[in-house]
């Protein structure tokens, strides 16, 4: 029974240290989005690589053991001595497990990154419904967009500083989608989720919706906007006192 | 009352409790099946090919496109794949290649198939009644429950499918334990053999919590009942979990028999013995088993789960590629020295191995938490499980069509007309979802009929189009092939591609009733792979 409650344990102070550290890095306020694209390309010369020695390997075989005649028969031997059995077995196993648990190592490092929050980050509250993204500041100034009118600043905030957003659903799960971010998460009735990025530069993209809601599914967008700092103090004052 | 020569009787059709005819019977409901959400995919692509409603009627927006969704999904998965796959190719070729004269229970297996076809009939209503299902195969509440679509069609398809599936389980189960031919142990049964049996024990496990999952779904939405409702005290993401503690393993339910059947395929046509028969059978193919049931996670990646279920799931989910691998190991090192054949079917198989690296591969990223938070919900998750679900697993069902023709037919199948429906498939297939793996890592979302924040997406959607209509091209000949051959193909010898398994050395083409003419045994040192001396 010992043993049977180590490894949770075990995994468990492991995930504490990994997240320490990752508040640290976070201290520095790394870009989860830049991190990603470098988990990504590093992940694509991995599987690149194992499917290449394959494809290649298959594809000369291909052409080699071309049968001479319609009654060649292949030379493979009938069956493998114990000792090769178990070595083709476990050598590939522990291959494999090793690419596994040196991605999973990565990968856990830059999910340490999207879930520690900066402490000086931006909150903003965003409450989804069928087909709409409402945003709301701490000073309960709200912002929205009119997809059919195309009307409203959508979600504006100031750049340079991370932002993170408390969100929750109305109705059906919905889930906000920032590509520019590499970004997403759920946002549904009677919970709260969180996600949070830094819009380094003024820019303009926007949020999509990305888990199928129905009829305006895919027409269930908003405008993310990064002003200059000074800006968006103007327009969040304009916004509230239109309010 | 053989099955060879007597004339056609409708009724000995309806009433047959032959595991043969069951099994053509499946592949029949099973194509029409593939063919109408095939169709809906045409549909689904031209609707995408440009920027703002293409030809869903743009009063009622994407309305229109979400049934064809529903339709192509639900169909394709629980339609074609898992009966055609679990049921035809299982049916027709099981009992055959272990020398039994039927599966246990026939009369249950008659059970199976009439249900069976009884879920397309309900899935079919979907084009009938005014409020179609427009909840994908998935179903999630609160949107299936608030929808005006008919939920219910959707929760009665997979109960019938789902209750014909687990009488299947227990038949075949029941049959590969207690009906191998005297002497056969079981290192001795064909990898289809294996295959089938591991994916019916997940079948087995799992189903009946799909099925409560649904029936949950169905007290919600019309008995008022809260299982899934956080403002009365539900639990919004319990459906999803149930949903994916089945529908994860489910993917293994496609997957195993397909890796069977390009066992069968490839070891015959290269007349060689399978690379590490243990390795795949108990490594691989039982490994498969023993993870497969704590995976379902990596579907809720961006659902707000707890982090250390997430980062817990990425591991279990990343350690698949074990099994997987050590089944990609034997597969491919099959080819070893082998002396390879080029039917048909064998094309089939050489391209499946290359769709599975691709689709295999692509699956990685997509069990990494992090990454899999920008992939997930874009067209990259839909062409990875296109490539290494759909369209893999569909071409080892073709492939055991092809490769069995002459065991079901007695004739061969049309050699040319094969190979450019062939060429057709597998380039159509490319280019249609290469460009949709692009789009997807740019944010190309999924079950979008416009996309009007990407217009720059649209050329790759008109170049993934243009795909869809090149597998069209090709599935047409190949239907058609099957149909000319059936009829007036050339008449095949006994055992055309040289097997060694007993379905081709034991039995005549077609097989009568009791498939054997003589009760089958075998010796301690068969196998149905040797093919070389040494």
């Known amino acids: 029974m010992k043993k049977a409650f180590g490894l949770p344990i075990g995994l468990g102070a492991l995930l504490l240290a990994q997240a320490a550290q990752a508040a640290e890095v976070a201290g520095k306020v790394v870009d989860p989005a830049k991190e990603w694209d470098h988990l990504w390309h590093e992940l694509l010369i991995d599987i690149g690589i194992m499917g290449g020695i394959f494809a290649v390997l298959a594809a000369y075989w291909i052409y080699k053991y071309q049968a001479k005649s319609p009654d060649d028969i292949g030379t493979a031997p009938r069956s493998l001595s114990r000792a090769q059995m178990w070595a083709w077995a476990m050598v590939p196993a522990f291959i494999f497990m090793a690419d596994d648990f040196f991605l999973a190592a990565k990968g856990w490092t830059v999910w340490n990154i999207y879930r520690t929050v900066p402490p000086n980050a931006l909150e903003v509250k965003v409450t989804a419904s069928m087909w709409n993204w409402e945003f709301e500041y701490a000073d309960g100034t709200k912002s929205t967009y009119y997809v059919d009118a195309k009307e409203g600043d959508g979600l504006v905030v100031p750049a340079g500083r991370p932002v993170v957003l408390r969100m929750t659903s109305l109705d059906v799960i919905h889930s906000f989608g920032l590509v520019k971010h590499r970004l997403k998460e759920d946002v549904m009735p009677g919970r709260i989720t969180y996600i949070w990025f830094l819009p380094k530069e003024p820019e303009k993209t926007f949020v999509t919706c990305v888990e199928y809601c129905g009829t305006n599914h895919a027409n269930m967008y908003a405008p993310v906007v990064a002003v200059p700092p000074a800006e968006f103090e103007q327009w969040l004052k304009k916004k509230a006192n239109k309010a | ?534």
Request: with cysteine.
């Open chain 2, 1 to 534: 009352m053989s099955t060879a020569s007597s004339g056609f009787s409708l009724k000995e059709w309806v009433f047959t409790t032959d595991h043969k005819r069951i099994g053509i019977l499946y592949l029949i409901g099973s194509i029409a099946a593939f063919t109408l959400a095939g169709l809906m995919a045409l549909l689904i692509r031209i609707e995408q090919s440009s920027l703002g409603p293409t030809i869903v009627n743009p009063n009622t927006g994407g309305d229109q496109y979400n049934v064809w969704l529903y339709f192509h999904g639900a169909a394709m998965i629980l339609g074609f794949l898992i009966p055609g796959l679990t049921g035809f190719a299982a049916n027709y070729f099981l009992p055959l290649m272990i020398g039994a004269k039927d599966v246990a229970f026939p009369r249950i297996n008659a059970l199976s198939v009439w249900l069976f076809f009884g879920g397309i009939v309900l899935a079919l209503l979907t084009f009938i009644v005014s409020d179609p299902p427009d909840v994908m195969w998935t179903g999630y509440p609160p949107y299936s429950i608030r929808t005006g679509g008919n939920t219910a069609l959707y929760v009665f398809t997979v109960h019938l499918l789902g209750f014909a599936s687990i009488l299947g389980a227990v038949n075949f189960l029941v049959t590969v334990i207690y009906m191998r031919a005297p002497g056969m142990g079981w290192n001795q049964m064909n990898l289809f053999v294996w295959s089938t049996v591991t994916a019916f024990i997940i079948q087995l496990v799992f189903v009946p919590v799909l099925a409560a999952a649904v029936t949950m779904l169905l007290f919600d939405k019309y008995l008022g009942t809260h299982f899934f409702d956080p403002s009365a005290g539900g639990d919004v993401l319990l459906y999803q979990n149930l949903f994916w503690f089945y529908s994860h393993p489910a993917v293994y339910v496609i997957l195993l028999p397909a890796l069977g059947i390009l066992f069968e395929i490839i070891s015959t046509c290269t007349r060689n013995m399978v690379f590490n028969y243990k390795a795949a059978v108990y490594g691989g193919m039982w490994g498969i088993v023993l993870i497969s049931g704590e995976v379902w996670v990596h579907h809720l990646y961006i659902s707000g789960m707890p982090d250390w279920i997430r980062i817990g799931q990425m591991v279990s989910t990343l350690l698949i590629s074990v099994p997987v691998g050590l089944l990609t190991i034997s597969l491919f090192g099959t080819l070893y020295r082998g002396a390879i054949h080029f039917t048909v079917a064998m094309h089939y198989a050489l391209g499946c191995l290359f769709l599975f690296l691709v689709g295999g591969l692509t699956g990685i990223p997509l069990a990494m938490t992090v990454l899999d938070v920008h992939l997930s919900e874009t067209s990259f998750v839909h062409a990875h499980f296109h490539f290494i679900m759909g369209i893999f697993a569909a071409f080892t069902v073709f492939a055991a069509v092809y490769h069995w023709f002459p065991k079901m037919t007695g004739r061969l199948p049309g050699a040319a007309m094969g190979k450019l429906g062939f060429w057709l498939n597998i380039i159509g297939v490319h280019v249609t979802f290469y460009p949709l793996f692009w789009i997807g890592v740019k944010g190309m979302p999924r079950r979008y009929y416009d996309y009007q924040m990407f217009p720059e997406f649209e050329p790759f959607h008109k170049i993934a189009t243009l795909g869809a209509f090149i597998v069209a091209a090709g599935m047409a000949v190949t239907i058609l092939n099957w149909i000319i051959s059936a009829i007036s193909g050339e008449k095949s010898p006994e055992n055309p591609w040289k097997s060694g398994s007993l379905e081709w050395t034991h039995c005549p083409s077609p097989p009568g009733p009791g498939n054997f003419p003589k009760d089958v045994t075998v010796t301690a040192d068969w196998h149905p792979y040797t093919y070389g001396k040494n």
